[in-house]
């Protein structure tokens, strides 16, 4: 089989660093969260600017998208993937730093949030969700990359000349085994074969420790490994052991080892959401910018709600579920949920034409 000059080594570290003092791990993915909301602020500032509205509009704006935002993106993610939770402990909602955030989820909080923020300010709905799609693009984009760099929402498997190998599963493997490793090294050994139905390609692990590592250790990280491989669920796992490549028979103690795997190249599925995010957010900012005056009012929000949920519905196509009962579905949780947001795009862009009525530019 061909060459995996386009197999992608992923083993990003989800933590930046460790706050001395108080051990607070600051985590990419809060970080790119932030990113989201302080780009978010500073382009809808330009266009309160540019439209002459009111700055203190646009600070009660920003707190009525944090908190829609956030709520919704928790209550959504209980509501849609673990009501069972949510119905045992109802508290956990509020349990955001545990993870578990739906995007679908956001974009009804956000929708509600600017419900409630138009009845308070008097600001014409149609205004306000026709700027907010550009700012909606530029989060999904950063949340996405947050995703990337956590290694989850993992796509499927791929038999394509490119794709994403996910090594952090494997490396916390390896680390839980050993206290006294120095440094782990992959190398993707270019061997492509079929196991399990998969295309998977030879990875070479090479362990090094700060001393030397009795035979018996070495043979509990070889363990470890085969545990790994054997009890995640299918969905989930990223190598397939070879038993023959796992341990070499003459291995003796050493400081540096070396074994082999079967890695899983994977689509990644993070990625493409999060360009195809950055593209909606430069074509509706450029939009907003030279032909907010030509598309009558409401038309800009329908047209980013059929552009934004067909690609999230093509894209989980290519996604692992994030669930188990999900498995049973011809159409996931995620497919579900784009498509009353394309239907409400489409019924948007029709009504918003039949209306005809057009936002006015400041004198």
């Given amino acids: 089989m061909g060459t995996t000059l386009l197999y992608f080594l992923w083993n ?9 003092g108080i051990d607070w791990p600051v985590r990419w993915y809060g970080l ?3 990113v989201a909301f302080i ?5 809808m500032n330009k266009v309160y600017r540019t439209e002459l509205r009111p700055q203190k509009d646009l600070d ?3 707190l009525y998208i ?3 935002t956030v709520v919704g993106a928790r209550l959504g993610h209980m509501l849609f993937y673990d009501f069972k939770a949510l119905v045992e402990n109802p ?3 509020f349990k955001i730093w545990e993870g578990g955030l739906a995007s679908h989820g956001s974009a009804i909080g956000i929708l509600t949030a600017m419900w409630l923020y138009c009845r308070k300010t008097k600001e014409n709905w149609l205004w306000i969700f026709d700027r907010l799609v550009i700012v909606v693009a530029l989060s999904a984009m950063c949340i996405r990359g947050g995703n990337l760099m956590n290694s989850e929402i993992i796509g499927k498997p791929t038999s394509a000349s490119y794709g994403f190998v996910f090594l952090n599963p494997l490396d916390q493997s390896i680390k839980q085994s050993l206290t006294n490793i120095d440094k782990v090294d992959y190398k993707l050994l270019g061997k492509d074969t079929i196991v399990n139905r998969h295309t998977v390609s030879l990875l070479e692990v090479n362990v090094k420790t700060s001393s030397v590592v009795p035979k018996d250790s070495i043979l509990k990280v070889a363990s470890e490994i085969a545990w790994y491989s054997s009890n995640t669920r299918p969905d989930d796992k990223h190598i397939f052991i070879a038993p023959d490549k796992l341990m070499r028979e003459n291995q003796e103690a050493s400081n540096l080892f070396t074994f082999q795997v079967y890695a899983i190249p994977r689509h990644a599925a993070q990625l493409y959401e999060g360009l195809f ?8 900012f450029w939009l907003w910018l030279k032909k907010r005056d030509k598309f009558p009012q409401g038309f800009m929000f329908g047209l980013f709600c059929v552009l934004l949920f067909t690609e999230r519905f093509f894209d989980e196509m290519l996604k692992e579920n994030q669930v188990a009962f999900e498995d049973s579905m011809k159409l996931n949780m995620g497919q579900w949920l ?3 947001f394309v239907l409400i795009g489409i019924a948007f862009m029709v009504w918003s034409k039949k209306r005809n009525v057009f936002h006015k530019l400041p004198e």
């Fill in 12 to 20: 990003a570290d989800p933590e930046m660093f460790i706050i001395p």
């Fill in 32 to 34: 790119l969260f932030a």
């Fill in 39 to 43: 780009g978010s602020q500073f382009v």
């Fill in 60 to 62: 009660t704006l920003t």
């Fill in 66 to 68: 944090i908190v829609g």
């Fill in 91 to 93: 508290l956990d909602v």
């Fill in 277 to 284: 995010g950055f593209i909606l957010f430069i074509l509706f």
């Fill in 338 to 340: 784009s498509i009353p």
